[in-house]
C-alpha cells in the first residue's frame, strides 16, 4: 500500500512499491488524464507535478512519490479557474490530437514557474515532449502568449 | 460523443430488423410521421442535425477526429447551410452500427487519404441544406404562410411581410415530421460565413484539462485488462507457451492465445498484465522469415531496379529511343526506408462479447472496417455488433488497420461476458506496424545536345502497400497506389512535361507489413522526383526553378504554388550569407503543394530557417486548421527525413522504443509558414497529408545547395546528419 497525495487529495493505493507511479494514478486512482506514450521518459505524454517537478511519471515509482505532493492535469486548474498555460493552450487552439497535451501543458507550467518569461532558447531545452501531430509552433505561441499574461 | 439512437415505434422496427437479415429494408410502415430521436429525445432534423429545444444545434460526424481538425471542418460546413448559430454547436459521431441499421444514412466513414471533408463535403452541406429548409417550412406552416417569404439566420427564422419570428428550437418537432428534400441548391463558396473561416477547433476544451476520453482511457464496469506479444517475426506463429508463473503473479485473471501468433496476459490491471506477460516464455515458429534482414531486403529490392518486367504507370513518347539517342545521360539511384506511425496513443481497443452481443469502444480511422472486423470475428450477425468510436491519439493511417481491433474481440471471446480493454505496449506498437513501404528508385534523365530534356525514365522496386492492406485491388500485377504523384491524369497527376516519359514499378514484397503512412507514397515518390529535378537542372547549369519552368507550361496549378513558395523564400534573390534555398513541388491527394526551404549547415548539423508550404486545396474550409496542418505535416515529414528507420534483423524490426527511433522536439521545430491559396477547383483537395511531402526534397535541394553533397539515401541519421 502506497499512499498518495494527488491534487491535494490522499489515495491509499494497493500497488508494488515499483510500479510506475503513472500507472497508479491511471488504474488505480482513476485519473486517465495522464497519458501513457513510451513507458520510458522518451515522449513526456506522462508529465506530472511532485513537490513542484515536472516528472515523467512512466518512471518514477509510485513508492518514491509517497507523501509528496502530486499534481496531474486534472488539478492544475485552481478554484475552477484554468491555469494560464490551459488557457493559452484554448486561446492558440493548440491540440490537435492532444494526446501528448496534457504532459506539454505539464511541461510548460513548471518552465513558466521557473522561467516567467522564457525565450526561445529556454523552450528549446527545457521542452522536450514528443508531439507527433506537430503541434510546436502552436506550443511556442501559446508559451509566449501565458508568459505575456503574467 | 457516444450516440445513442432512440427512435419511435415505426423507425425503431426498421432499425432492430433490417440488418441480420435484411429483409425489413425498405418496407412501408404506412404514413405518418417518423420521427428519430436522439438520446436525450430531441429530434432529428434530416440525419445529419438534432436540434434541442433551446436551440442547441447536433452535428453527426461519420468520420473521425484524430487531430486533423476535419471535425470542426465538417461542423463548419454543415452550420453554414443550416445557418445556424455556431456558438450553440456540438458534435457526435453516430455509430457504424446504426448506420448499417440505417441503410448506410451517413456515408461512408473513413478517415484516411485526407478524404474527410473532400468526401463528403456535398452530401454534409446538402444535409445542413435541408435541415435549414425542414426548419423554415415548419415555420411556414404554422404561420400559413409560404416558406418563400421566410429566411433564417443564427438559428432564427423570420417572415418577411409580418416580422414574425420563430428558433429554430421551436419548430424543431414539426420540421423532423417533413420530408427531407432533395435536389437542394447550396450556397456559392463565396457567400460562406461560419464554413471558409479560420474558426477554433470545437474538441479543445476537454484536451487541456485531461479530460478527453480515448480509446486507452476507455472505463466500463467490470472491465479487465489485457496486453499482448505477437510473434516479433512477421508471419511466425506461436509453437507453444509457458504460462505457468505469469499465472500466479498479482492481479492475472488468464493467459490466452490469440489467433495463431500471439499471446495476451489478461489481468485486473494493465501493469500487472504487462508484468506477467514478460514472464511467458513463449516458443515461436518463425516460418522461415528469420533470415530476413535489411541487408537481404535491399538486394531483394537493387534487383528490380533493372529487372524486365516492370508495371507502367505513365508512359508517353518513347524513352528507350530518347536514353540511345541521348547526348548526355543522367542517372542516380535512391532509396526510402521503412518507418512507424508511432501515433502517440499505442493500440488499443475495448471489447465486450456475449452470445448476444459484441461492442467494441476504440479509436479507429475507418468505423465501417472496424465495424466489419468486428462482425467477422465475433461470428455473431451484424445487429448484434457495433463500434463506438473515441477521440484517436494519433491516427496517421495506422488506425485504419482493425488488427488491434481483431486482438480485441479474440481475447475478449475468450472471457465472455467480461469488457477487455487490449491495450498494447509502445514496443509491442513499434514492432507489429504496417510499415511506410521499402522502395528503392533509378532516376534517368536525357539530354539532346542543346541540353534540352528529353527523356526521363523512374523505376521504382519495392514494396506495394495494397498488396498488404487490400490484395485484391492489384489489377494485373499493378498497384495504382505506387503512382501517386507520378500519374498521366488524375488527383495525384505529375506535374512535369517531358517528351520522353516512363515511370514504372518492379514489385518486390518483403515479408514486413506495408501500410498507409501519412503522405502515403508521395513521401518516396516526391524526393525522387524533386530531387532529381534539381540533379539534373544542376547538370546542365540551370536554375531549379527555370528548369521546372519550363516543364510545367501544361500544369499551371502545380506552377502557381511553385511560384507562390518560390517567391516567399524570396528565391532568385541573394540569401543572407550562408542560407541557402531549396524547392520541390507535387500534386497529391487532389490539392496541389510546392514547398521551399531556407537552411544553414554548420558541419554536421543543418538548421532550418524557415520551411514555406504552399497548397491549392481548391476550397478552404479553416484556413487556421489548414495552416496547422501544414506545420504539422512538416514536423511528421522532417522526423522521417531525420530519424524515421525501421530496420529488419532477424526478421522483426530493431527498433522498439522513441529511444531508437526519434521524433522531431520543438528546439528542431523549423518556422514554417503557410500559404493557402485556393483555386476553386472540383473534385476538392486533401489538406492532411499533401504538404508532407514538399518538406523533404526541399531540405535536401537546399543541402546540396550549401554543400555540394547529394543524399540519396535516408534517414539522414545514417549520414550523421542532425536537425540542429
Known amino acids: 500500500m502506497v499512499r498518495l497525495n494527488i491534487n491535494g487529495k490522499d489515495h491509499d493505493v494497493d500497488v508494488d512499491p515499483n510500479t510506475p507511479l503513472l500507472w497508479a494514478i491511471r488504474e488505480n486512482v482513476g485519473l486517465t488524464g495522464t497519458k501513457y506514450g513510451c513507458g520510458i521518459a522518451q515522449c513526456g505524454a506522462c508529465t506530472v507535478h511532485i ?26 486548474a485552481q478554484n475552477g479557474v484554468l491555469h494560464k498555460v490551459q488557457q493559452a493552450w484554448i486561446d492558440n487552439d493548440v491540440p490537435q490530437c492532444g494526446y501528448c497535451q496534457s504532459g506539454m501543458i505539464m511541461a510548460v507550467a513548471e518552465l513558466l514557474k521557473l522561467k516567467p518569461k522564457p525565450t526561445d532558447a529556454d523552450i528549446d531545452r527545457e521542452i522536450t515532449n514528443i508531439c507527433r501531430c506537430g503541434t510546436f509552433q502552436q506550443v511556442r505561441a501559446a508559451i509566449h502568449a501565458a508568459a505575456a499574461k503574467a | 460523443m457516444n450516440f445513442v439512437p432512440k427512435m419511435d415505434r415505426r423507425s425503431f422496427f426498421i432499425g432492430t430488423a433490417a ?12 404514413a405518418g410521421p417518423q420521427v428519430v430521436r436522439a438520446a436525450d429525445g430531441s429530434p432529428e432534423v434530416g440525419v445529419w442535425v438534432v436540434i434541442q429545444p433551446d436551440n442547441s444545434t447536433v452535428i453527426r460526424i461519420a468520420r473521425s477526429e484524430m487531430g486533423q481538425g476535419s471535425l470542426t471542418g465538417l461542423a463548419q460546413l454543415v452550420a453554414e447551410e443550416l445557418e445556424c448559430d455556431w456558438s450553440k454547436v456540438t458534435t457526435e459521431y453516430p455509430t457504424p452500427g446504426e448506420s448499417v441499421r440505417r441503410k448506410r444514412a451517413w456515408g461512408a466513414f473513413s478517415s484516411t487519404g485526407s478524404r474527410s471533408i473532400r468526401e463528403s463535403e456535398k452530401y454534409v452541406r446538402g444535409g445542413g441544406a435541408a435541415a435549414r429548409i425542414m426548419l423554415i417550412q415548419a415555420a411556414a406552416n404554422e404561420w400559413k404562410v409560404p416558406a418563400s417569404e421566410c429566411s433564417a439566420t443564427n438559428s432564427l427564422i423570420t417572415h418577411k411581410g409580418t416580422g414574425r419570428t420563430s428558433t429554430y428550437g421551436q419548430v424543431a418537432e414539426a420540421a423532423a415530421k417533413l420530408e427531407v428534400p432533395k435536389d437542394i441548391k447550396l450556397k456559392d463558396p463565396k457567400d460562406w460565413k461560419i464554413a471558409g473561416k479560420p474558426l477554433l477547433r470545437l474538441d479543445t476544451a476537454d484536451k487541456v484539462v485531461g479530460k478527453m476520453e480515448y480509446g486507452i482511457d476507455v472505463k466500463l464496469p467490470g472491465m479487465l485488462l489485457a496486453t499482448i506479444k505477437a510473434c516479433p517475426v512477421f508471419g511466425g506463429k506461436v509453437k507453444s507457451y509457458d504460462a505457468a508463473k505469469a499465472e500466479k503473479m498479482p492481479g492475472v485473471k488468464k493467459v490466452v492465445q490469440v489467433a495463431d501468433n500471439a499471446v ?170 504496417f510499415y511506410h513501404p521499402i522502395t528503392q528508385c533509378k532516376m534517368t534523365g536525357t539530354f539532346d545536345k542543346d541540353n534540352n530534356l528529353t527523356g526521363l525514365h523512374m523505376r521504382i522496386s519495392g514494396q506495394s502497400i495494397l498488396a498488404t492492406v487490400f490484395p485484391s485491388a492489384i489489377k494485373d500485377g499493378k498497384d495504382p497506389v505506387t503512382f501517386q ?33 501519412r503522405g502515403v507514397n508521395v513521401n518516396h515518390n516526391a524526393i525522387y522526383v524533386e530531387c532529381f529535378m534539381d540533379e539534373l537542372a544542376h547538370s546542365i547549369g540551370v536554375d531549379a526553378l527555370e528548369f521546372r519552368r519550363k516543364l510545367m507550361g501544361k500544369n499551371p496549378k502545380n506552377l502557381a504554388v511553385l511560384n507562390a513558395a518560390a517567391e516567399r523564400i524570396g528565391w532568385g534573390k541573394p540569401a543572407e550569407k550562408g542560407r541557402f534555398r531549396g524547392l520541390s513541388q507535387m500534386m497529391a491527394f487532389g490539392s496541389y503543394v510546392a514547398g521551399a526551404a531556407e537552411i544553414s549547415v554548420d558541419g554536421d548539423k543543418i538548421k532550418i530557417h524557415k520551411l514555406i508550404g504552399a497548397t491549392d486545396p ?3 474550409v479553416n484556413p487556421a486548421q489548414i495552416e496547422r496542418q501544414v506545420a504539422g505535416s512538416f514536423v511528421y515529414g522532417l522526423s522521417a527525413l531525420f530519424y524515421g528507420e525501421c530496420t529488419v534483423k532477424d526478421g522483426y524490426i530493431e527498433q522498439t522504443n522513441f529511444d531508437t527511433y526519434n521524433s522531431l522536439r520543438i528546439a528542431e521545430m523549423p518556422v514554417v509558414e503557410s500559404i493557402c491559396m485556393p483555386s476553386g477547383h472540383t473534385p476538392w483537395g486533401g489538406v492532411g497529408e499533401p504538404t508532407i511531402l514538399v518538406a523533404a526534397p526541399a531540405v535536401l535541394n537546399a543541402y546540396f545547395n550549401a554543400t555540394g553533397k547529394r543524399i540519396r539515401s535516408f534517414p539522414l541519421k545514417n549520414h550523421n546528419l542532425q536537425i540542429a
Not at chain 2, 440488418?19 to 404506412?30: C, E, K, N, S
Not at chain 2, 504523384?485 to 515479408?511: C, K, Q, W
Open chain 2, 618 to 620: 481548391g476550397f478552404a
Open chain 2, 485 to 517: 504523384g507520378l500519374n498521366p491524369s488524375g488527383e495525384t497527376a505529375f506535374g512535369y512535361s517531358v517528351p520522353n516519359l516512363l515511370i514504372d514499378h518492379a514489385m518486390r514484397n518483403p515479408h514486413v507489413p506495408a501500410g498507409f503512412w
Open chain 2, 264 to 433: 495476451a496476459v489478461v489481468a485486473d490491471t494493465f501493469w500487472h498484465a504487462k508484468m506477467a506477460l514478460e514472464a511467458v516464455t513463449i516458443d515461436w515458429d518463425t516460418a522461415g522469415n528469420e533470415k530476413h534482414n535489411s541487408a537481404t531486403i535491399a538486394e531483394f529490392l537493387k534487383a528490380g531496379l533493372d529487372a524486365d518486367k516492370a508495371i507502367v504507370g505513365n508512359e508517353n513518347g518513347d524513352i528507350k529511343a530518347a536514353i540511345a539517342g541521348a547526348a548526355r545521360k543522367v542517372e542516380a539511384v535512391y532509396n526510402y526506408p521503412y518507418q512507424n506511425h508511432a501515433c502517440m496513443e499505442p493500440m488499443n481497443a475495448t471489447a465486450l462479447y456475449t452470445d448476444e452481443k459484441c461492442e467494441v469502444w476504440c479509436g479507429t480511422q475507418d468505423g465501417e472496417g472496424a465495424f466489419g472486423a468486428v462482425v467477422q470475428t465475433s461470428g455473431l450477425a451484424a445487429d448484434k455488433c457495433d463500434v463506438h468510436k473515441v477521440m484517436l491519439g494519433g491516427g496517421f493511417g495506422r488506425r485504419g488497420r482493425a488488427d488491434y481491433i481483431i486482438h480485441a474481440v479474440q481475447i475478449a471471446k475468450q472471457m465472455p461476458g467480461t469488457p477487455i480493454k487490449l491495450l498494447w505496449t509502445r514496443e509491442e506498437d513499434m514492432q507489429h506496424g
Open chain 2, 19 to 30: 440488418v441480420g437479415g435484411g429483409m425489413a429494408l425498405g418496407l412501408d410502415f404506412g
Open chain 1, 51 to 76: 513537490d513542484g517537478v515536472a516528472t515523467r511519471s512512466c518512471s518514477f515509482p509510485a513508492s518514491a512519490a509517497a507523501d509528496k505532493k502530486i499534481v496531474t492535469i486534472e488539478g492544475l
